[in-house]
């Protein structure tokens, strides 16, 4: 069966096989970070959590982890409009509390540490918003996500299939 469009007339490009199932030859690993995920999360607004993860994965083009947590963030709350303007959040900084843009720069900072390292300023704004525990939190839920995104950019997993959770 061929994916077509909404109109049923043109057809999608294939979709490609993952090159590799790693949670499969690595179940261990998976399984940690499976409760990494868990323990970074603890404390954390599930529909912040969501657009730190969503972000993150933008960012590293993670197509796997955009198309799960874009469906989480749905489930918690989220709206469509908040989703599609977070690439673009610096233009749309009024679609979002202070509070979450302090973890957006924040989650772009840590995600892309070529540019250098996490800025005072930055850290700063964050730590105005989150206190030493939540802030720890999401710091680790920043680098859960980023973990996550390498798995599924280098196993190149395909997106499209994820069904989300319910968020309590």
């Known amino acids: 069966m061929t ?6 007339t043109l057809p999608f490009a294939a ?4 090159r590799m199932e790693w949670a499969k030859h690595a179940p261990e690993v998976y399984k940690a970070m499976v409760r990494l995920d868990v323990a970074a999360r603890q404390g954390l ?7 730190v993860k ?4 933008q960012l590293n083009h993670c197509a796997f982890c955009l198309d799960m947590h874009s469906k989480d963030a749905l489930a918690a709350g989220e709206s469509v409009e ?10 749309s ?3 979002y509390t202070e509070k979450e843009i302090a973890a957006i720069e924040l989650t772009e900072a840590v995600t892309v540490l070529t ?6 300023e930055v850290y700063e ?7 030493e525990a939540e802030l720890s939190q999401l710091i680790a839920a920043i680098a859960v996500i980023n973990a996550w995104n390498r798995f599924g950019v280098t196993c190149r997993m395909t997106p499209g299939h994820y069904q989300p959770v319910q968020h309590h």
């Open 54 to 57: 969503i972000r993150a994965s």
């Open 115 to 120: 540019e250098g390292f996490v800025p005072d």
């Open 93 to 95: 900084r009024h679609f």
């Open 15 to 18: 979709e490609e096989p993952a």
């Open 3 to 8: 994916n077509t469009d909404t109109t049923g």
């Open 45 to 51: 607004d599930p529909r912040l959590a969501e657009l």
């Open 125 to 131: 704004r964050a730590a105005k918003h989150f206190d």
């Open 82 to 91: 908040r989703i599609v303007q977070l690439t673009a959040w610096e233009e």
